[in-house]
């Protein structure tokens, strides 16, 4: 029996799974790589599983599905169609750990899946515990299953915790470079464009989350998530803009010690701590020099300009459903914006009203959150029409 780990990799043709299959690449010996699935990139999805030979692969547009199977099945690597199977995939007993790289919303019930059938889970989808982080923790609990972040800032509050986990935490300090509008007023942010927000100036990342980002809406899905991943509480979580992203995220101790991890803007040593822990693997991965970042600045979000960020507070704080709604109205927005049919201070505006008329509910359950994700799309996009 191989004693190499086999990854199944949620969303093999992003941002994440591509740079996942960089680094499982780098390590022949540690990984292979057991599923590949995609939403639509198949012609991707294809070149990948012939390259890595996964037992299987999932294409969920299942309009791509015969043109998969054609070049794929005389490889002997089996080729599966929609969403259920994305779900259903997750259960091979073939599986030792699940990283989960789909957008948005849809990686809620396949992680749900992993984690029933104890599969470890490195985690690059924050919305699945930004909507239902109590739930999915509770679940880990019961089943014995670790959560491994993979979002650069979470996996830097990991690695300060390392050895430490026997201390309690005063406070972590999440950082946010600030995107391509820091600084910005109102008044310039009300006529920007799609062009110009998806140019982050450190990370190269997929559209919604370069949106995100440039709303700080990404910041503000990260706060929740880290209060489910971590254990904490809203008033245990800072975020201070730090925008040459060297700095990834700081934990302070009850003794007023500050650890902090850095290093170059490289998501391959997140994703690699993630598959790797508690080992760390030697990589080729460029190094951070101090004598080429002389200055590293810090300063506090504006939360009156972006208010993405200040809402998602709200929203943890808030509870229950809250941030399933302020998320899944982030979502319509979002796609809206790229869309052009919205303005990028109107995407904000929009969360707000959906936080105000969607139905609250203190202590859901799944369901609650599938019905509450739903609603909440509906009622974004008729808003949305209204201002056509």
Known sequence: ????????????????????????????????????????????????????????????????????????????????????????????????????????????????????????????????????????????????????????????????????????????????????????????????????????????????????????MNKGLEVIEAKWLFGLKTEQIDVIVHPQSIVHSLVQFEDGSIKAQLGLPDMRIPIQFALSYPDRYKSDFPRFNFAQYPNLTFEQPDMETFQNLRLAFDALEKGGNAPCILNAANEIVVAAFLRDEVGFLEMSDLIAAALDEVKFISQPKLGDFVETDRLTRIFTEELIKRKK
């Open 1 to 216: 029996m191989s004693d190499k780990k086999r990854v199944a990799i949620l969303g093999s043709t992003g941002s994440i799974g591509t740079q996942t299959l960089d680094v499982i690449k780098s390590h022949p010996d540690k990984f292979e790589v057991e599923v590949l699935t995609a939403q639509n990139n198949c012609d991707l999805l294809i070149q990948q599983a012939l390259e890595f030979k996964p037992n299987c692969v999932v294409i969920v547009n299942e309009s791509h599905y015969e043109k998969v199977k054609e070049v794929l099945l005389p490889q002997d690597i089996k080729v599966y169609a929609g969403e259920k199977a994305l779900s259903q995939v997750v259960e091979m007993d073939s599986i030792d750990v699940v990283l989960t790289a789909l957008v948005g919303y849809s990686g809620l019930i396949p992680t749900i899946k992993a984690i029933e059938n104890g599969k470890q889970i490195a985690l690059a989808n924050k919305e699945t515990l930004v909507v239902a982080g109590e739930l999915v923790t509770k679940l880990a609990r019961e089943k014995g299953v670790n959560i491994y972040p993979v979002d650069s800032e979470h996996s830097a509050i990991f690695q300060c915790l390392v050895g430490e986990f026997h201390n309690p935490i005063e406070k972590i300090i999440l950082t946010a470079s600030g995107g391509p509008f820091r600084g910005k007023d109102r008044k310039f942010l009300a006529s920007v464009t799609k062009e110009q927000a998806l140019k982050h100036p450190n990370w190269d990342m997929g559209a919604k989350i370069t949106i995100d980002s440039a709303s700080l």
